[in-house]
């Protein structure tokens, strides 16, 4: 199994909302990322996980909490949004770090819009 | 930092035909990998094609190739006899090496196919 999962593909949400989206991989893989895509534009980089850590938070304001219940899955769970939060949200895997390569796998995404 | 810069923002080819898309970078590192994400319509990111720094020898996928200039600090990516489902977004990515997370993306380059 070669596959990134993200649920929902779709999120539509008030800025009062209250949402969670959802990653999981069953390649083994210890590290699990969660990035921002905006139309036309490269991923940014959101936060990382390394064993179930965080290992990595780029200065995301706090309405974005991402979890790591364990190895295989990922949230990201958001509160009071605005509307420029608005974006594609993907999730990544790769195996851990000082692998070589340690290529990063992308999921499908969720496509959220905030009102 | 590190920086990448892909020059061009579109690019068209034919079918069937050859295409290369251009990708430079910045780093005093000598240890890293370069790698050539592609972004269809559908909008899942998919690994094209990866090279470590330390390998003199050009990547080579199928029909799709990398030309590795390390002076140079330039990691073209070749597609030979383009096809239809070769239309995205490509983006060249930057790693580090050891342990270090983080891909640092170019801005992508959106390749159309005409028939």
């Known amino acids: 199994d070669t596959e990134v999962t993200q649920t929902p593909k779709h999120l539509v949400m008030g800025m009062t909302n209250k949402k969670s989206l959802k990653c999981e991989q069953h390649m083994g893989h210890r590290a699990m990322y969660w990035y921002k895509q905006k139309a036309k534009k490269p991923p940014e980089l959101m936060f990382v996980?390394?064993?179930?850590?965080?290992?990595i938070n780029e200065s995301v304001p706090s309405r974005f909490s991402p979890e790591c219940p364990n190895s295989s899955l990922l949230n990201l769970h958001l509160h009071a949004l605005q509307p420029e939060d608005s974006a594609l949200y993907l999730c990544?895997?790769?195996?851990?770090?000082?692998?070589?390569?340690?290529?990063?796998?992308f999921g499908p995404g969720t496509r959220l819009t905030v009102l | 930092a590190q920086t990448v810069t892909q020059s061009q923002p579109e690019m068209s080819v034919q079918e069937a035909e050859t295409v290369t898309l251009s990708c430079t970078y910045d780093t005093s590192e000598s240890d890293y990998y370069l790698f050539w994400y592609k972004q269809p319509p559908s909008r899942q990111m998919i690994l094209v094609i990866r090279?470590?720094?330390?390998?003199?020898q050009n990547a080579t996928e199928n029909r799709f190739s990398v030309n590795f200039q390390k002076a140079a600090k330039s990691f073209s990516l070749k597609i030979s006899d383009s096809q239809l489902g070769d239309a995205a977004m490509y983006f060249c990515?930057?790693?580090?090496?050891?342990?270090?997370?983080?891909?640092?993306f170019g801005k992508g380059t959106l390749l159309t196919v005409n028939p």
């Open positions: 990515a930057y790693r580090s090496g050891g342990s270090n997370y983080k891909l640092t």
């Open positions: 990544a895997s790769s195996q851990s770090s000082g692998v070589l390569y340690n290529e990063q796998f």
């Open positions: 996980y390394s064993y179930e850590k965080l290992s």
């Open positions: 090279q470590e720094a330390y390998k003199q």
